[in-house]
């Protein structure tokens, strides 16, 4: 028989059934009903060309051709629990590999995955820069993060908002525009510099070049320094900070506690 013709759902409802000598008692410990369980054994009899179990007055007894099997299959459950411990094993590789902008690095990401780390002193990181969208395919990548309008086609949760807020140098004025790519926000203002990221923006208002939009979650800590301050209201944008993965990546144990760690 192929590999991929085999009835493992039968099979494991067959161990189970043989160990009890009782559907009943299979049933409960595979959290079916009786008659799933035996549904399950005649669909097995039905495609082996075997009678699995025979009904006498002492109750349910093993016929000799499945009792012939048990010792192998019960072996080869045994390596499959095996090749799964494996796997997950490999999978908790305590190495996590996120792309994420310079800036989000900088400003809001380094401190978090400080503290995930001291809560899980065996995981190490490798960060990658990107500036525009991860490729997973070409990168060993576990994780991203963009500041974007979704994850496309990935797995993804937002983390925080999408507020934007306006920043200056205290007691400065709002003086002429900071642009950086990727800002949504456009008033039509002619602009004094153009940098590479929102970092930088933020790094331009401080420094009394004039006032820029960015993330507020990004200047958070600079506000609370009073190395900036706000103009005016806070303006919601469509794009925001978005941890994304293909949905294999998504899985992981590791990212799983990752992602509930920044989004916490």
């Known amino acids: 028989m192929k590999r991929t013709h085999l009835p493992l759902n039968g ?22 009903t009786p008659a799933a369980v035996g549904q399950q054994i005649r669909a097995l009899e039905d495609m082996l060309g075997v009678v699995m179990f025979r009904r006498t007055p002492k109750g349910l007894e ?10 192998a299959l019960r072996s080869g459950f045994l390596e499959f629990e095996d090749a799964v411990r494996a796997m997950q094993a490999g999978q908790s590789s305590h190495k996590l590999t996120i792309a ?33 969208g991860a490729d997973f395919t070409e990168a060993n990548l576990d994780i991203a993060i963009g500041l974007t309008d979704g994850p496309g086609e990935n797995e993804g949760v937002i ?6 807020v306006k920043i200056t140098a205290p007691g400065g004025g ?8 990727g800002c949504p926000i456009s008033e039509g203002e002619e602009t004094l510099m153009r940098v ?4 930088l923006a933020i790094e331009a208002a401080a420094n009394g070049f004039g006032h820029a939009w960015v ?25 925001g900070y978005w941890l994304v993965a293909p949905l294999p990546q998504w899985r992981q144990k590791k990212v799983k506690a990752l992602v509930a760690a920044l989004t916490a």
């Open 215 to 239: 993330p507020k979650m990004l200047v958070q800590k600079d506000i609370k320094a009073g190395r900036v301050e706000v103009i005016g209201e806070d303006s919601k944008s469509s794009r």
């Open 100 to 132: 994420a902008p310079r800036d989000l690095t900088t400003k809001w990401l380094n401190e978090r995955l400080a503290a995930f780390s001291a809560d899980n002193k065996d995981v190490s990181f490798a960060l990658v820069a990107s500036e525009g």
């Open 196 to 199: 590479a990221d929102g970092g």
């Open 62 to 71: 093993l016929t000799d051709e499945a009792a012939a099997g048990l010792d």
């Open 174 to 181: 709002a003086g002429q525009k900071i642009d950086w790519p």
């Open 11 to 32: 099979l494991r409802v067959l161990d189970a059934a043989a160990r009890h000598l009782s559907f009943t008692r299979a049933a409960d410990e595979l959290a079916v």
């Open 159 to 164: 983390i925080g908002d999408t507020m934007f």
